[in-house]
């Protein structure tokens, strides 16, 4: 089955460092993936989109890349702040009909520590 | 710009009883989605409108579960009878139009079945 698979339950680093976030998708393809912040009691924000054929994107602090060799994205969060503690979702998904529809990884809980 | 609302926020029912949830997408909003999401998993899709017709619900328990919207605006999302492992938030997300666009997510209704 189609899977965005997002491995780190959790990751808790100092503040100031770049938090680097993974989602590998397997049995698919996407023609695009979102990345979305999501706080305690709160729907997901979103933050980023990358298509298949863009390498790179940025926006303030954060930057995606998108590798369709490795199947990878990696979603980084330079100078952390606490503030930044959330989790992180990723999804993917394809153009047109029910395949637009988003598919979300687990999402990886990151928290920022002073 | 107004958000999409969802009520309740919370609700407490006993197993085999029923539950209804609404939604009001963002105005102008074509698109809306009801997703639900377990503690520590990402969002799953249960049900997709375009206007007021479904493009997805195959991932809809419909032995259960029913969703409605009617004149494309509001959606209600119904469950009869709940089960203990309908415990979870549902989330109701809108987009403008299909194809790579963000979903602008409520902030939910949690729900636990007792």
């Known amino acids: 089955s189609q899977k965005i698979e997002q491995n780190s339950e959790a990751l808790n680093i100092q503040e100031g460092k770049t938090a680097t976030l993974t989602c590998n998708y397997t049995?698919?393809?996407?023609?695009?993936l979102q990345w979305y912040r999501q706080d305690p009691g709160r729907g997901p924000v979103f933050l980023l989109l990358?298509?298949?054929?863009?390498k790179e994107k940025r926006k303030e602090r954060l930057k995606v890349t998108f590798d369709t060799t490795l199947k990878q994205s990696l979603f980084h969060i330079t100078a952390s702040q606490p503030a930044d503690s959330a989790t992180y979702l990723c999804?993917?998904?394809?153009?047109?009909?029910?395949?637009?529809?988003?598919?979300f990884g687990k999402g990886t809980k990151l928290s920022v520590k002073p | 710009e107004a958000g999409v609302a969802q009520s309740p926020r919370y609700k407490i029912i006993e197993k085999r009883q029923s539950v209804a949830f609404w939604c009001n997408p963002i105005?102008?909003?074509?698109?809306l989605y009801w997703y639900q999401q377990i503690l520590g998993q990402g969002p799953k899709l249960l049900i997709q409108?375009?206007?007021?017709?479904?493009?997805?619900d195959s991932q809809l328990p419909k032995d259960r579960f029913s969703a409605e919207r009617l004149k494309g605006v509001d959606s209600t999302l119904k469950i009869q009878p709940a089960k203990l492992e309908d415990s979870a938030v549902y989330l109701c997300?809108?987009?403008?139009?299909?194809?790579?666009?963000?979903?602008?997510f409520g902030s939910g209704t949690q729900l636990s079945v007792l």
């Open positions: 997300a809108s987009r403008r139009i299909e194809g790579a666009e963000k979903l602008f």
């Open positions: 049995n698919y393809s996407p023609a695009y």
């Open positions: 990358i298509r298949e054929n863009e």
């Open positions: 999804a993917g998904a394809r153009y047109g009909g029910s395949q637009g529809n988003l598919i």
């Open positions: 105005s102008g909003h074509a698109t």
């Open positions: 409108f375009q206007n007021n017709g479904v493009v997805d």
